[in-house]
């Protein structure tokens, strides 16, 4: 076994982490560039080959190629270098300090996902130290605009260099171990899909006038109206397998009395107690069923004045196999409103699920049970969107797994106020990355 001192690798992957977190790379605007090129400078000193493409001005993505022997080929440990914007008088520190306190890294992408890129980055650091063959090319794809589509990131990664397609194999965000709020773990998921984006907007037209003489062809009145009726649907449980199965993963740990809802899941729904605490679960929840979110309202320009217009705009997430025509249908029924003009917004690629036979996730199962004996692993479908569906698109298989071990509330600060992760964390991950990599990267 390498004699690998795994404290000095947490620091310095907290120090190259608290870096990372200074480079501002909010999106929109941006700015990724420079977040290629702090990661660039850490691959040119171990003189492993990398490369910056602009995919637009100050839109930077990273390749950094750590070369196998060929005979099997490469994988990707793919991560992205923009961050979600920041509500900075609601943080109680500087969001790109990177400031450490009890123990914590706070700091915008903390979570998502500079950490993950940091332990990707030790694994590939660590496998060149120590000289170790490899039967494979181990790629780094840092890239640009995820946060809002990844049209300059990934896609256009894979547009502009065919190689990537050569891929075996991607590991990305998307899962990782649930910890539950006593501290105990409680299971660790494997993302091998993720949900479909569907966004639309509604319009509603009426007339103008002043808003001291109302009327009843106000456009704000028919919207609140119609998306009343839309919000208000309890969208009816679809279980799909990868779903079905994990339940009763999770289920193995539960208590002799929940465990039967939790095996057959279908059957436990119709238990009404078991239903509400389940569906209390915004991520359970959201496995379970196509949803629907409200996100933005425009209408008006000033408070005595009726507008002529009103918009909302609406993110639906659907479970892989939902018929889209079917789905635009019964949306435009709850509506119930002619008048309200429905047009189809931003929608990603159909769901695929990657095989849970694949190197990959047997991989991530086996150092799972090496560094935390007997712990349940399952398979998982992302209820968010990330990159990895541009690759199964091109059938290639994604295994979505950032090694950080969260609570539910701990994962709620994604895109939130006071995002961070444990330096204890961090180390974890970076070991557990190097584990993985070696294991799919040696065979």
Known sequence: MENINWEKIRDEAIEKLVGYIRI?????????????????????????????FESAPKRGNLKAILKGDGSSPPIILLNHIDVVPVEREKWDVDPFEGKII????????????????????????????T?????????????AGEETGGELGAKWMLDKDPSLLE???VFNEGGGI???????????????????VFQFTLKAYGTSGHASMPHSDNPNVKLVKALNRLVSWETPFNIIPIVKEFFANIG????????PNYMDIEKGLKDVSFREKITKNLVYNAML???????VLSAGTKVNVIPSEASAEIDCRLIPGTDRDRWIKTIKEIIDDESIEFKAGMQSTKGIISPADGEGYKAIYEIAQKMDPGA?????????????RYFREKGIPCYDFEPLKLTLKEALLIHGNNERVSVENLGFASRFMYEVVKKVATS
């Open 376 to 388: 349940v692993v399952t398979p998982f479908l992302s209820v968010g969107a990330t990159d990895s």
């Open 252 to 259: 193995k740990n539960m208590s002799d009395e929940e465990k």
């Open 131 to 143: 000289n170790i063959s490899l039967k494979r090319d181990i790629i780094f794809l840092a890239t």
């Open 24 to 52: 501002n790379t909010s999106n929109p605007p941006g700015n990724e560039i420079e977040g290629a090129r702090y990661l660039k400078s850490f691959f040119d000193k171990e003189d492993i080959e990398a490369k910056i």
């Open 102 to 129: 009890d123990g914590y890294i706070y700091g915008r992408g903390t979570i998502d996902m500079k950490s993950m890129a940091i332990a990707e980055l030790m694994a590939m650091l660590i496998l060149k130290r």
């Open 289 to 295: 069923r196509n949803t629907i979110s409200l996100t």
């Open 178 to 196: 649930v910890v539950k709020e006593n501290g105990e773990i409680s299971h660790y998921e494997i993302s091998l899909a993720q949900k479909e």
């Open 167 to 169: 891929a075996a194999m």
